[in-house]
């Protein structure tokens, strides 16, 4: 059966290929018929002769849209030109021009069927006519063969190409997914790090704003730390979305970054331990600014959910970057202060942010009361 191919995935044929293919076989045509010489006991050439020469040109011109109408009309035009018993010439050459765009808009097997049928279908008519079997028979059945397996060529590179495209497609599509993920998880982790730490804190100043103006001042204070530096943080990622040129372009943070993120979440009312053993830079970057986030989320879990003052970080790298990172607390778990759990979110994106940079976790409550966020990298082979 007969299939639109898509035109758009070549740079041709275009109007001019499709209107100077049916010009320069009308021309061969009709100039090539009118200085043939019949042979004896051929019909010479007169005006019905040409004007089948000059119908099976013209309607070359559809047979992009109409591919197996125009086949059907050119083949049939070239039995009436042999039962007329007018001498070989021209008009022939659109035969193959036809079978060509038949089989490059149909399906392999229907090509070679079509191929076969031609062949037979206008030896068999010459042979009934002519009463002989020539060199031309096989030279028909050679040129069908032929053209058929240009058009299945082509339709290889033209299927080839859309598979191209599509994976291309594909490709930017799974990268654009990747990009939206990553975008949400950073939004996450830095926007309820620091909305956590405000709620805790406007807690504060509006519990002991009567009785210890000091103490409102410290909390008043860390919710305008806390919520310029979201804002910060969510300018510079707007940014980058827009792809502003003047944008500022500050790295996503990483273990370098610890002591800074540790500080902000103190200043929640979080009292947190922290123990280095190794030098982060030995991690890989992507590793390191995984950890980091995967601190960032626990810690802003254990100010939001865990209902304690304190926690403890741990981060172990050795030579060969092989990292942990461990965040416990001794709270009651994942419910938070007003009885309500948590969306889960948080933790979903730390196994993700493990999963896609090769790490393993293990989070869970503890055995003794608590939660424990762990997660360790593999270092590299040597």
């Known amino acids: 059966m007969a299939r639109t191919v898509d035109a758009s995935v070549t740079a041709w044929p275009t109007w001019l290929t499709l209107v100077g293919v049916p010009a320069a076989v009308l021309g061969i045509g009709v100039l090539g018929t009118l200085h043939i010489g019949a042979e004896d006991g051929q019909r010479d050439v007169d005006a019905l ?32 030109y042999i039962l007329f018993d007018y001498p070989g010439g021209p008009i022939f050459l659109a035969i193959p ?5 038949f089989a490059l808009a149909s399906e392999r097997k229907a090509s070679f069927v079509a191929a076969g049928v031609v062949t037979v279908v206008l030896d068999g008519v010459r042979i009934v006519v002519q009463r002989d079997v020539g060199p031309e028979d096989l030279l028909l059945a050679g040129w069908a063969a032929a053209t058929v397996l240009a058009a299945d060529a082509m339709r290889g590179r033209r299927e080839r190409a859309v598979f191209l495209e599509e994976r291309r497609d594909e490709e930017t599509r799974r990268r654009m997914a990747e990009d939206r993920l990553r975008i949400a998880r950073d939004l996450h982790d830095s926007v309820a790090h620091s909305m956590a730490t405000i709620n805790v804190q406007s807690g504060v100043a509006a519990h002991v704003l009567d009785r210890n103006p000091a103490q409102a001042t410290v909390a008043l204070e860390a919710i305008r730390i806390a919520s310029r530096d979201v804002l910060d943080e969510l300018a510079a990622m707007l940014g980058v979305l827009r792809d502003e040129p003047t944008a500022d372009r500050a790295p996503t943070p990483d273990l370098r970054e610890l002591d800074g993120l540790i500080a902000s979440s103190r200043r929640a009312g979080l009292t947190v ?18 950890a980091y986030r995967v601190v960032q989320e626990a810690l802003t879990n254990v100010i939001r959910h865990a209902g304690t003052s304190s926690a403890t970080v741990s981060v172990a790298v050795d030579g060969r970057g092989q990292l942990a990172v461990e965040v416990l ?18 933790l979903r994106g730390v196994r993700e942010r493990a999963a896609i940079t090769g790490g393993a976790c293990d989070i869970g409550p503890r055995p003794a009361g608590g939660f424990r966020v762990a997660v360790r990298w593999p270092g590299r082979e040597t």
């Open 49 to 80: 002769a040409v004007a089948l020469v000059v119908v099976c040109s013209a309607v070359l011109i559809g047979r992009r849209r109409w591919p197996l109408a125009t086949l059907v009309v050119v083949v049939a035009c070239a039995v009436t």
């Open 97 to 101: 021009v036809a079978l060509y765009s």
């Open 273 to 290: 331990s922290v123990t280095v053993d190794g030098d982060v830079d030995d991690a890989s970057p992507a590793v390191s600014m995984a």
């Open 329 to 346: 607390d001794d709270g009651r778990g994942s419910v938070t202060g007003d009885g309500t759990a948590g969306t889960g979110m948080g």
